[in-house]
């Protein structure tokens, strides 16, 4: 992997991080407002559980093999 790939991945990575941050805050918020919306934040939390996984995705690729 060149550096400029690890660059460009390490910056997919941030995004989707803060992008999870976000959700989850979103996701609180509704859980605690009056009358919320059941199918939205389950919606919510399907993308949520699909960053996770390109998160890990990205965070394996990013993180070198070791033969042990």
């Given amino acids: 992997m060149t550096r400029e790939e690890e660059g460009e991945l390490r910056a ?4 989707l991080l803060q992008e999870h941050r976000d959700l989850d805050a979103a996701i609180g918020a509704l859980q605690g407002a009056p009358g919320s919306d059941i199918l939205q934040i389950q919606r919510l939390k399907k993308r949520k559980l699909v960053l996770r996984d390109r998160i890990t995705f990205i965070e394996d690729q990013l993180t070198p093999d070791i033969i042990a």
């Fill in 12 to 15: 997919q990575l941030a995004r």
